[in-house]
């Protein structure tokens, strides 16, 4: 059965609209209508409006997942009405996404992946946030347990993606995004040690860069600061931002080292609407 997100209508419905005393009348873009309206005829207008946005399904620039089966509308629909972030009202809902949780912490090697924390969000961006902060957190507690200063916070990463920059400010912390010299594409090894000092949180890692879906090399991201941390006793964690490569890699490049493997890898996100859904 077809689903459609507001009512079933079929085809003449829908054309109907435009014959009928219901298109005599506007609908104000900037303001409440006066008196009700015909659900039938605003769905029509809304319906049409989106047409301008072009076809998902020929964008292949965003990297979305621009096409999911029917049951996967279907449970959407169905879920519409429930506010899940209170997990006491549908505890079912809160099961599964742990579940997810768990079933990706595998996926990504994780020695216990039944001991781990996640949570789903509205994309990579609050993910983005959630393990800055908790890089910054981590970072903070550690340099208080030494009663060291804790009001210069900074983040090393490569081309980020813009939601990096915002965490930067949004929460204080400074950004050192190294530039790419000569023909790299990423963050390199060599570049860490020019960046890194003992107010580093952590290092972002990309796992497909959002401008050239190149994979910035995690493993040897983490030797180097393997090597730091023998050099300098700096010890510097990893957070792999894997929006559209963490549906990828495991599937395609089996062999590749990145994810939870590394010790120093201590987070990952990943977006489902991007290829999770592929
Ligand atoms: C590497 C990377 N990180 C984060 C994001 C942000 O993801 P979202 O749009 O889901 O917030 C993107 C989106 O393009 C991305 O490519």
Redesign the pocket.
């Known amino acids: 059965m077809p689903i459609h997100t507001v009512r079933d209508h079929s085809h003449s419905d829908i054309e109907d609209i435009y014959s009928t005393r219901l298109s005599e009348h506007g609908l104000p873009k900037y303001r409440m209508p006066e008196g009700t309206s015909e659900p039938h005829a605003a769905y029509a207008l809304v319906r049409d409006e989106l047409l301008l946005d072009g076809n998902a399904r020929q964008n292949l620039a965003?990297f979305c997942t621009t096409w999911v089966e029917d049951e996967v509308k279907q449970l959407m629909t169905e879920a519409v009405d429930k506010n899940m972030i209170d997990k006491d009202e549908y505890p079912q809902t809160a099961e599964i996404e742990s579940r997810c949780v768990h079933i990706l912490a595998d996926l990504w090697h994780a020695e216990k992946s039944w001991d781990t924390i996640g949570c789903s969000t509205t994309?990579?961006?609050?993910a983005?946030m959630l393990g800055g902060l908790a890089l910054k957190w981590k970072w903070r507690a550690r340099r208080e347990a030494e009663g060291k200063d804790t009001s210069k916070p900074n983040i090393v990463t490569g081309p980020v993606?813009i939601?990096w920059k915002k965490f930067a400010r949004y929460f204080d912390v400074e950004i050192r995004e190294v530039p790419l010299k000569g023909d790299a594409l990423g963050l390199r090894p060599e570049d860490l040690r020019d960046y890194c000092d003992e107010n580093t949180i952590g290092v972002v890692a990309?796992l497909?860069?959002?401008f050239t879906g190149v994979y910035e090399p995690v493993e040897a991201l983490a030797r180097e600061l393997d090597a730091i941390e023998r050099d300098l006793g700096l010890d510097i964690p990893i957070h792999v931002?894997a929006?559209?490569g963490g549906f990828i890699a495991p599937f395609i490049q089996r062999d590749l080292v990145w994810d939870f493997q590394l010790d120093r890898v201590r987070s990952i996100n990943a977006?489902g609407?991007k290829y999770g859904l592929a």
Request: overall charge negative.
């Open positions: 965003t994309g990579s961006s609050e983005a993606q939601c990309t497909g860069v959002t931002d929006a559209s977006s609407h």
